[in-house]
């Protein structure tokens, strides 16, 4: 099982089952993640468990919001805001080594 931090607004989005494609560049601690690998995902002390349902890679952040959907990467932001905000968090050397998509579903107890 792997494990992988949120920031609050986007935790909290996947606990709900609204967000079902988390965004990832491409790095060691991702790289060899398939479907139905399992995923906790953290923030403070709130956890949330997943089930990977796919992982599809992606040149860059702009190809794929096109091809996931905006609204499965985050239901409550337009494509220009989600495209500003996962660039803010990834500068372009990381984006430049590409991104995935990782399509999850929550795993009830």
């Given at each position: 099982m792997r494990e992988m931090r949120l920031s609050r607004p986007y935790f909290e989005l996947v606990a709900d089952g609204r967000k079902t494609v988390e965004v990832r560049v491409l790095s060691p601690k991702v790289r060899g993640l398939a479907a139905?690998?399992?995923?906790?995902?953290?923030?403070?002390?709130?956890q949330v468990l997943t089930r990977v349902v796919r992982v599809a890679r992606h040149a860059d952040f702009e190809e794929l919001l096109d091809a996931e959907g905006v609204e499965r990467v985050n239901p409550d932001a337009a494509r220009d805001e989600q495209l500003d905000a996962v660039r803010h968090i990834y500068p372009p050397e990381k984006e430049a080594?590409?991104?995935?998509?990782?399509?999850?579903?929550?795993v009830r107890p």
């Open positions: 139905g690998d399992l995923i906790r995902f953290v923030c403070g002390q709130d080594l590409g991104v995935l998509a990782i399509e999850i579903e929550r």
